[in-house]
């Protein structure tokens, strides 16, 4: 059982910056791909980005590539999110989940592990 802890978000202004983090209590970490989801109101939840799990490659989803860039951090158990150049659009609940497979799957359901979720609001 993998337990996740996100934290890092808050109010912010169009084209600032945000890191989140997200801290697994599980020593296994390691063995886990990583991935970021997000849920703005109103809306599915959808992939943002996610790793795997020995870190050599990392995805994104179209919305966010060139200014988000996730890493993870196997001896803290911890996997980041940076966030750069943030728009309103990027408003939402987000969400850190694992996966104990090497490729990071991009849909929901194939996520046994979430996060409580943090909120990142972005203002015009």
């Known amino acids: 059982q993998v337990q996740l802890v996100e934290s890092g978000g808050g109010l912010v202004q169009a084209g600032d910056s945000l890191r989140l983090s997200c801290a697994a209590s599980?020593?296994?970490?390691?063995?886990?791909?990583m991935a970021w989801f997000r849920q703005a109101p109103g809306k599915e939840r959808e992939f943002v980005a996610a790793?795997?799990?020995?870190?050599?490659?990392?995805y994104y989803a179209d919305s966010v590539k060139g200014r988000f860039t996730i890493s993870r951090d196997n001896a803290k158990n911890t996997v980041y999110l940076q966030m750069n150049s943030l728009k309103p659009e990027d408003t939402a609940v987000y969400y850190c989940?694992?996966?104990?497979?090497?490729?990071?799957?991009?849909?929901?359901?194939?996520?046994?592990?979430w996060g409580q979720g943090t909120q990142v609001t972005v203002s015009p």
């Open positions: 790793h795997t799990r020995s870190g050599g490659s990392t």
């Open positions: 989940a694992a996966r104990p497979t090497f490729v990071p799957p991009k849909t929901v359901t194939e996520y046994p592990y």
């Open positions: 599980e020593r296994t970490f390691s063995s886990n791909a």
